[in-house]
């Protein structure tokens, strides 16, 4: 497994999801050519925002804080990308996305869970059965690819 990633950090205001001034700020870790998205929970008015600096403009307290704020997040998605370098673990924008939020080590997918019920189950129940989990499992994956927009979701 190689050790070299390209790997970038992008922020920037998101002006088509909402209307008014206040627009919410999105951040972007892409891993050789692999994005992922999230919303940083945060607002910032829209004339405030510099998109080629990636942060509020001016100096006022409000700025000031949101650049912070700005700043500790670029960093805490460095070491995320720093810790899975050191763990020799296979590293990807959707793992690096998952341990920024949270979820990387304590919460499991939905394609984990499923992928649990079929081992456990697979010895134990009958052909019809299965058929119907099948039926099931593409479903799930239609919804989750069409509506959610993602592979796979996390549980909680």
Not at 23 to 38: D, E, L, Q
Not at 65 to 94: F, G, M, P, W
Request: net charge positive; glycine share 4%.
């Amino acid at each position: 497994m190689s050790n070299a990633h390209t790997f970038s950090i992008l922020f920037w205001v998101y002006s088509s999801r909402t209307s008014g001034d206040k627009k919410p700020i999105y951040a972007r870790v892409t891993i050789n050519g692999k994005r992922a998205n999230f919303s940083l929970k945060l607002k910032v008015d829209s004339l405030q925002w510099d998109s080629n600096r990636q942060r509020a403009k001016g100096n006022s307290q409000s700025a000031r804080r949101l650049n912070s704020y700005l700043d500790q997040a670029h960093a805490k998605l460095v070491n995320c990308y720093q810790i899975l370098q050191l763990k020799n673990e296979l590293i990807t924008a959707q793992l690096i996305k998952a341990t920024y939020l949270g979820e990387h080590e304590t919460r499991k997918t939905l394609q984990e869970l499923i992928s649990y019920h079929n081992r456990k189950t697979e010895n134990t129940l009958a052909d019809g059965t299965k058929r119907n989990f099948g039926v099931t499992l593409r479903y799930l994956d239609q919804f989750l690819k069409e509506k959610k927009k993602k592979k796979d979701v996390f549980l909680s």
